[in-house]
């Protein structure tokens, strides 16, 4: 049941499907004002200023973050909204969606609406997008074969190298903002930006939209915007998902990998290996859900790393972060699929901040 679905909303899915193969095959963008157009490969420049270079990799030489990522307000929120939410569309809390539905019901009955739309508005958020581009991110089948190092690679660079493209068949391009001769980002008449396939964002973030932008070369608010759609599938699920997947982790884990996730829990000390560390945020970029969610069905005492695993992940990933005959318990038959997805989450949000 490793490929158990996790889809709770079809929200604009075919919409985003049709458009993203019309953009990968056709060389079609569909985004209004956001064309994406395909170059040929010889013709295109390097993606960036090569300051991805200077950035700490990991084993599998994908980029980790330094600091924590946050998915925040002020953080992976508004670096979604001001840099992605244009193609990939609106992406409410399972909070707001609940407000919001009642809050339009009510309006009819003069209620004050703006209560709610007020600071959806100010950031941006009201009218929802629908997406025109992209996966679901409602949906986890679009990441549980990615590290979030290979994301990274892929939003930065916009081009992931075929190595790094883990599995196999996985798509290895993503538009971004085309540079000028003088650096800066061109437009369209309309003054949005104009896009193109295989280009980064590393060099061309924005704090809001049309607004100024972050430092070029600065890896944070690409991490704050992947873990902002990485976590979608927790805040979009439901009010209390994310209290679900703390108390799957706080009853279950938390007595050997702590409560913060650093593997000091209280039996911790008399165990070796010792308890995996999460806030380890090198390990965890190079770590994909999918192999997360093996690991924790199977625990220490698998005799073999299933193919289909070992293709998630580099070999350097694997030799380095998983010990056979540890004393990891096995959890599959002890929590339900959906226990062990919500075990995945929980150890996967102490790589990062949540909104
Ligand atoms: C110009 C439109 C556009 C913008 C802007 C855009 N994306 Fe995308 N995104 C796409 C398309 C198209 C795909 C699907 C790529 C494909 O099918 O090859 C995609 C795919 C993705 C994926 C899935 C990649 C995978 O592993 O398969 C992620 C994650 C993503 N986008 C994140 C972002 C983030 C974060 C931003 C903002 C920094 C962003 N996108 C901005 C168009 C866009
Ligand atoms: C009895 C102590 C113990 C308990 C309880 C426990 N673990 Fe572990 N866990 C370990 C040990 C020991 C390892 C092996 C570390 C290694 O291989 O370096 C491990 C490894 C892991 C790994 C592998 C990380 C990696 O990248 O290789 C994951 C994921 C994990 N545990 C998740 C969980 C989850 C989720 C729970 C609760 C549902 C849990 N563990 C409960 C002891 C425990």
Same mark, same amino acid.
């Given at each position: 049941?490793?490929?158990?679905?996790?889809?709770?909303?079809?929200?604009?899915?075919?919409?985003?499907?049709?458009?993203?193969?019309?953009?990968?095959?056709?060389?079609?963008?569909?985004?209004?004002?956001?064309?994406?157009?395909?170059?040929?490969?010889?013709?295109?420049?390097?993606?960036?200023?090569?300051?991805?270079?200077?950035?700490?990799?990991?084993?599998?030489?994908?980029?980790?973050?330094?600091?924590?990522? &946050?998915?925040?307000?002020?953080?992976?929120?508004?670096?979604?909204?001001?840099?992605?939410?244009?193609?990939?569309?609106?992406?409410?809390?399972?909070?707001?969606?609940?407000?919001?539905?009642?809050?339009?019901?009510?309006?009819?009955?003069?209620?004050?609406?703006?209560?709610?739309?007020?600071?959806?508005?100010?950031?941006?958020?009201?009218?929802?997008?629908?997406?025109?581009?992209?996966?679901?991110?409602?949906?986890?089948?679009?990441?549980?074969?990615?590290?979030?190092?290979?994301?990274?690679?892929?939003?930065?660079?916009?081009?992931?190298?075929?190595?790094?493209?883990?599995?196999?068949?996985?798509?290895?391009?993503?538009?971004?903002?085309?540079?000028?001769?003088?650096?800066?980002?061109?437009?369209?008449?309309?003054?949005?930006?104009?896009?193109?396939?295989?280009?980064?964002?590393?060099?061309?973030?924005?704090?809001?939209?049309?607004?100024?932008?972050?430092?070029?070369?600065?890896?944070?608010?690409?991490?704050?915007?992947?873990?902002?759609?990485?976590?979608?599938?927790?805040?979009?699920?439901?009010?209390?998902?994310?209290?679900?997947?703390?108390?799957?982790?706080?009853?279950?884990?938390?007595?050997?990998?702590?409560?913060?996730?650093?593997?000091?829990?209280?039996?911790?000390?008399?165990?070796?290996?010792?308890?995996?560390?999460?806030?380890?945020?090198?390990?965890?970029?190079?770590?994909?859900?999918?192999?997360?969610?093996?690991?924790?069905?199977?625990?220490?005492?698998?005799?073999?790393?299933?193919?289909?695993?070992?293709?998630?992940?580099?070999?350097?990933?694997?030799?380095?972060?998983?010990?056979?005959? &540890?004393?990891?318990?096995?959890?599959?038959?002890?929590?339900?699929?959906?226990?062990?997805?919500?075990?995945?989450?929980?150890?996967?949000?102490?790589?990062?901040?949540?909104?």
């Amino acid at each position: 049941m490793l490929r158990t679905r996790f889809t709770f909303t079809s929200r604009g899915v075919l919409l985003a499907a049709a458009c993203a193969s019309l953009a990968g095959l056709l060389a079609v963008g569909c985004a209004d004002g956001l064309a994406v157009k395909q170059q040929p490969a010889a013709e295109r420049p390097k993606a960036t200023s090569g300051a991805i270079s200077s950035l700490e990799r990991g084993s599998d030489s994908t980029a980790y973050p330094l600091n924590l990522p &946050s998915t925040d307000k002020l953080r992976g929120r508004a670096a979604y909204t001001a840099n992605c939410q244009g193609c990939h569309g609106t992406y409410y809390t399972a909070a707001e969606k609940a407000d919001l539905a009642k809050d339009l019901a009510l309006a009819e009955g003069h209620v004050d609406k703006n209560k709610v739309v007020g600071p959806l508005k100010e950031e941006g958020r009201y009218p929802a997008l629908a997406p025109k581009n992209g996966p679901d991110f409602y949906d986890r089948d679009w990441r549980f074969q990615r590290t979030p190092g290979q994301v990274f690679q892929l939003l930065a660079e916009g081009s992931a190298p075929e190595k790094l493209g883990l599995p196999k068949g996985k798509r290895l391009q993503h538009p971004g903002p085309v540079p000028g001769p003088d650096g800066k980002p061109l437009r369209n008449a309309d003054g949005s930006l104009r896009m193109e396939m295989g280009r980064g964002w590393l060099d061309f973030m924005e704090i809001s939209r049309g607004g100024v932008k972050y430092a070029p070369g600065d890896p944070v608010p690409v991490w704050d915007a992947l873990f902002y759609v990485w976590s979608r599938s927790i805040a979009g699920h439901s009010v209390t998902r994310f209290k679900e997947v703390w108390d799957v982790y706080g009853q279950n884990c938390n007595v050997c990998h702590g409560t913060i996730g650093k593997g000091d829990g209280p039996a911790a000390r008399t165990i070796y290996p010792q308890p995996f560390n999460f806030t380890n945020r090198k390990a965890m970029a190079e770590t994909t859900d999918e192999f997360l969610f093996w690991r924790i069905s199977e625990g220490g005492q698998f005799t073999k790393i299933p193919e289909s695993i070992q293709q998630t992940m580099t070999p350097q990933a694997l030799s380095l972060y998983v010990h056979q005959w &540890s004393a990891m318990p096995a959890w599959r038959g002890v929590l339900s699929d959906d226990q062990r997805w919500m075990a995945v989450d929980g150890v996967r949000s102490k790589s990062y901040d949540h909104e």
